[in-house]
């Protein structure tokens, strides 16, 4: 980023630092709890009983790396307020714990904060604009920074995505520079961070096969099979073991690796969260929940071999479907691995160099959201946030972002059910969201809209969806006998424009021509 342009820069991350200071008292979910008990259970006890610590119902389940993360911490949290550190202090909350674990995720985000730095670095500069704010490097740098989903899931419903999301973004930034051995390790060191990112492994993989392993193409664009390099792909190799080992090592000589899987593969968590999450199963769920309803009203089923609200109580577990076939980890797994399949084929057979890795990343990242087993709404953010580095390239990837975007941080809003998040949620995702379209169309303006008519008639239905949700439905009886209503309309409605937008960049990459860039032997 040029010299002069650090002053923005600076600007955005300072305005955006103090939003997170002033959203400390706000409201915070389940996942505090957790975190301070993990924050115990590093500090109190030693490595062997980590993963078997089971006095609070939540349990350590992150990789090992995130462990170690958390002991670290706790060696800091012990002068803000030491009984936050006691194991048996179950759901213990003192303005001290709350303080400093708040300021933990604010400050861990300052690698958030490089990693978009380095991600505008790797912008395509032809576009030149006379204002700042038109700028694509601008756009990108307050799409990524200040973004709607991340403010609100880590400092206000309380996680540690930003410096995750700041290893991922880095390891982006490393490949696009073809810095390929930093990008390597980045990536392999946030896996044994939080192991979510599995899904998007096969575009890292086959990328750095592609582009690293093999070092020339033929003058079509093809690979030159006589390229591959012995030398990298040990390189490669290397890093992913010695990582590995680091990681997983002294649970492998202690015996407990065993262990460690089971806690990070919690299977009989069931097929939704308590939450549906907008994907390809909320829709399922719901055609089987409509098909139940016809078939009592019908005599088709007996009502009393249902058992109620099922799939609708709130509950993570797991059900069997009553109309269509009930689903299993296995079914899941073959699903998304044929979702992701055609995404990596285009990867190899169509290389399109940085931004075709991303399209493929996004595409990983979509596909395991949409038939993933037990996903979580928040997943929604590891699509949304690579899509901002493509919606800056074209006006066709600007529209699928816009749909994404919009429609994924809107699924979010279930997360904070506490009145007085509500004018906040509102108003932050309002200004998230008109900036995201007035910038976009702005950057994009020569060219024909991004969103046709009825994309946008999808979208403004978000408006009467969520004052249905929020004022009229809690004014009616039906709240006490169908709480759950909410929750399915958000997920359900939502769930048709993830869908939407995951088919439509799929067409885009498939159809895409090959632009052929031949590679220097």
């Not at 708040?102 to 730095?117: E, G, K, P, Q």
């Not at 037990?374 to 953010?381: N, Q, T």
Request: aromatic share 16%; charged share 15%; with cysteine.
């Amino acid at each position: 980023m040029a010299a002069g342009g650090r002053g923005w820069f600076r600007a955005l991350v300072l305005g955006v630092s103090f939003l997170k200071c002033l959203l400390i008292p706000a409201y915070y979910s389940t996942d505090f709890e957790v975190h301070r008990n993990w924050l115990a259970i590093t500090h109190n006890l030693p490595l062997s009983q980590w993963y078997y610590e089971a006095t609070s119902e939540w349990t350590l389940d992150y990789p090992p790396f995130f462990a170690w993360f958390e002991y670290a911490l706790s060696h800091i949290a012990k002068y803000f307020d030491p009984q936050m550190l006691v194991v048996e202090n179950l759901n213990y909350a003192s303005r001290a714990t709350i303080f400093f674990q708040r300021l933990s995720v604010i400050f861990t985000d300052t690698l958030f904060i490089y990693a978009v730095h380095e991600c505008c670095r790797c912008v395509d500069g032809k576009r030149a604009a006379k204002d700042i704010l038109e700028k694509p490097t601008f756009i990108l740098a307050v799409l990524l920074l200040w973004n709607f989903g991340l403010l609100i899931v880590d400092h206000i419903h309380f996680q540690y995505n930003g410096f995750l999301f700041g290893l991922m973004l880095l390891s982006v930034a490393r490949l696009c520079q073809k810095r390929y051995l930093e990008g390597a390790l980045l990536f392999a060191v946030l896996l044994h961070f939080k192991h979510i990112y599995m899904y998007v492994a096969p575009a890292y993989g086959i990328y750095l096969l592609r582009s690293y392993c093999f070092t020339a193409n033929n003058a079509d664009g093809s690979l030159k099979w006589r390229s591959f390099s012995f030398l990298h792909v040990t390189l490669l190799g290397l890093i992913v073991c010695l990582v590995s080992a680091l990681s997983l090592g002294p649970f492998l000589v202690l015996g407990q690796l065993p262990q460690v899987i089971s806690r990070l593969f919690p299977f009989k968590r069931g097929l939704c969260h308590a939450y549906w999450a907008p994907n390809f199963w909320a829709l399922y769920n719901a055609m089987d929940k409509a098909l139940t309803i016809l078939g009592l009203k019908c005599n088709f089923l007996d009502g009393k071999k249902i058992p109620k609200a099922s799939m609708t109580g709130g509950l993570v577990q797991e059900f069997q479907h009553t109309v269509l076939p009930s689903v299993t980890p296995l079914a899941t797994l073959i699903c998304t691995f044929i979702a992701i399949l055609p995404s990596v084929f285009c990867l190899w057979f169509k290389p399109q160099g940085p931004r075709g890795f991303l399209q493929c990343l996004v595409l990983c990242a979509l596909s395991s959201f949409m038939f993933g087993w037990h996903v979580h709404e928040k997943a929604i953010l590891l699509a949304i946030l690579p899509l901002s580095l493509l919606s800056i390239q074209r006006a066709k990837d600007a529209g699928i972002y816009l749909i994404l975007a919009t429609t994924g941080h809107f699924s979010l809003f279930p997360l904070l059910f506490t009145p007085p998040e509500l004018p906040i949620k509102i108003l932050l995702m309002l200004l998230f969201t008109v900036y995201s379209f007035s910038s976009l169309k702005s950057l994009f303006r020569r060219e024909k809209p991004l969103l046709n008519w009825l994309e946008t008639i999808y979208l403004i239905q978000l408006v009467p969806l969520e004052i249905f949700c929020e004022i009229i439905f809690p004014l009616t009886p039906w709240k006490w006998h169908f709480p759950f209503v909410p929750l399915l309309l958000t997920s359900v409605y939502c769930a048709l424009g993830i869908t939407y937008a995951w088919l439509k960049l799929y067409v885009s990459v498939l159809t895409e021509r090959i632009c052929v860039r031949q590679k220097a032997e």
